[in-house]
T-cell receptor, first 115, second 114 residues
Framework: KAGVTQTPRYLIKTRGQQVTLSCSPI?????VSWYQQTPGQGLQFLFE???????NKGNFPGRFSGRQFSNSRSEMNVSTLELGDSALYLC??????????????FGEGSRLTVL | DQQVKQNSPSLSVQEGRISILNCDYT??????FLWYKKYPAEGPTFLIS?????DKNEDGRFTVFLNKSAKHLSLHIVPSQPGDSAVYFC?????????????FGKGTLLTVNP
């Protein structure tokens, strides 16, 4: 069974630009979550989608947005990029998103560098 | 305000010995705890979890202990192997309401020396 697929794996942008990252969850998984990992900060929750609805959002500015499509694939967008947005962006999928029942399956991440 | 804390950024142990990774939390609403392992250039992978109704969960070489009164959990790896060298993240969640997120610690880099 294919895992969580994230594209692109690496990208370089300049300040002020915008970026869109894509995530294809494991087949059958309807919940997709996004996390940002920066050096020394661990993983910080961005948002979670289930059946095209955002159910929870982390403490990030409005420049960070996301959406989920009917086939459960998800995209996240960051507008007006800042140097501090340089990070590994991780997507995770699960059957229903209820973290108390099980674990998340993570993709390999998209490494964003902002110059 | 960091709700999940891993106070040791790194830990080094000898092959065959026990590795103990620690995690503290502050949010009393957390009732489910997980450990993830992450190798460089890979996404985190689930390792083991524990519900707040238990104080111990074991899976092969990995055991997680939960002390709710101290708001502390630990991951024991026995015996440690060089392949266990990775960053270990502690995570927590609250089942109540519509909370569909994990709160992670900053991670502990474990190095197992041959």
């Amino acid at each position: 069974k294919a895992g969580v697929t994230q594209t692109p794996r690496y990208l370089i942008k300049t300040r002020g630009q915008q970026v869109t990252l894509s995530c294809s969850p494991i087949s059958g998984h309807r919940s997709v979550s996004w996390y940002q990992q920066t050096p020394g900060q661990g993983l910080q929750f961005l948002f979670e989608y289930f059946s095209e609805t955002q159910r929870n959002k982390g403490n990030f500015p409005g420049r960070f947005s996301g959406r989920q499509f009917s086939n459960s694939r998800s995209e996240m967008n960051v507008s007006t990029l800042e140097l501090g947005d340089s990070a590994l962006y991780l997507c995770a999928s699960s059957l229903a998103g209820g973290t108390y029942t099980g674990e998340l399956f993570f993709g390999e991440g998209s490494r964003l560098t902002v110059l | 305000d960091q709700q999940v804390k891993q106070n040791s950024p790194s830990l080094s142990v000898q092959e065959g010995r026990i590795s103990i990774l620690n995690c503290d939390y502050t949010n009393s609403m957390f009732d489910y705890f997980l450990w993830y392992k992450k190798y460089p250039a890979e996404g985190p992978t689930f390792l083991i979890s524990i519900s707040s109704i238990k104080d111990k969960n074991e899976d092969g070489r990995f055991t997680v202990f939960l002390n709710k009164s101290a708001k502390h959990l630990s991951l024991h790896i026995v015996p440690s192997q060089p392949g266990d060298s990775a960053v270990y993240f502690c995570a927590a969640s609250a089942s109540g309401g519509s909370n569909y997120k994990l709160t992670f610690g900053k991670g502990t880099l474990l190095t197992v020396n041959p």
